[in-house]
């Protein structure tokens, strides 16, 4: 079904199962030998979230090789320890105060290091919060920082959602955007979010997110053969169908023109960061080179 403005979905179906499709890349991530990442959080999560297919690959049953589709997991790996190693380099600035946009399944909160005095705002839609926060729960998992969850659709005003939860707009903030901006935004959101993150940020402040510099590229159609490998097993998304069409502004170019400084890492830099070289990292550079991964500070 393809995206609409007032679409609806679960981490079962449509652009939720995204969620679970990443926090099953981690859990299998986390079982091989050497670690580039260890989330012990993942595999829980996503036996609960309601995809079979992905239910077995967490759970170890199955492979994602055993689908055609083993190169996710250096991809999401990687990816997964690029914005990990952003909040150390975000403390180490003095930041205190961190903000994940559209958390999903993420378990950063739990999974990291946080420093003394420090605080973490998860937004998602509320029906993910309450999900994620009753799994943990029940696991008896303790959230590393202090955790405030906002659940409210980021279609709606979350700004003034997060303002009535306790962030502090005075103080710096560190942010992430993960799988947000690579074409499941429309334009204006896109461009509106950005606004809102940056009227959010006092001086100092930390942004990191992927994004897609050619808008014209569909990030879902280049895996549009993933999601024929998993119809195979039982699992039918259109990955053609989550993302929004048209073209969109430059990220990086949007940010500069709005007082950050900005740099930017390709999808080669994080494989080599993370030690996936070889044929293994020529495989997922075929798949997804396009994507971008930007960190960038406010004036």
Known sequence: MKRSDNDT???????GA???????????ASRQANPI????????????????LFARVASGELEFADVETGWVVDFFAARTRFFDDFFPSAFSAGIRQAVIVGSGLDSRAYRLEWPAGS???????PEVIEFKDSILTGLGAIAATQLCTVGIDLREDWPKALRQAGFDPEQPTAWLAEGLMIG???????????????ALSAPGSR????????????????????AESWKRHGFDVAFGDLTYPHECDDVEKY???HGWYTRADGLADLLNAAGVSGDAGDTVLSRVETIHYLTATTN
Do not use: K
Request: charged residues 15%; aromatic residues 6%.
């Open 9 to 15: 979905w679960n981490l079962a179906t449509s652009v």
């Open 18 to 28: 995204t969620a679970t499709l990443v926090a099953a890349a981690r859990a299998a």
């Open 37 to 52: 990442i260890n989330d012990p959080f993942a595999g829980p999560l996503v036996r609960a979230a309601g995809v079979e």
């Open 119 to 125: 605080i973490v705002f998860e937004i998602d839609q």
């Open 184 to 198: 499941y935004l429309p334009c204006d959101a896109q461009n509106r979010m950005l606004d809102q993150l940056t």
């Open 207 to 226: 942004l990191t997110a992927d994004h897609v510099p050619d808008s014209s590229i569909s990030v879902g159609s280049n895996v549009q053969e993933v």
């Open 255 to 257: 940010l500069q023109a």
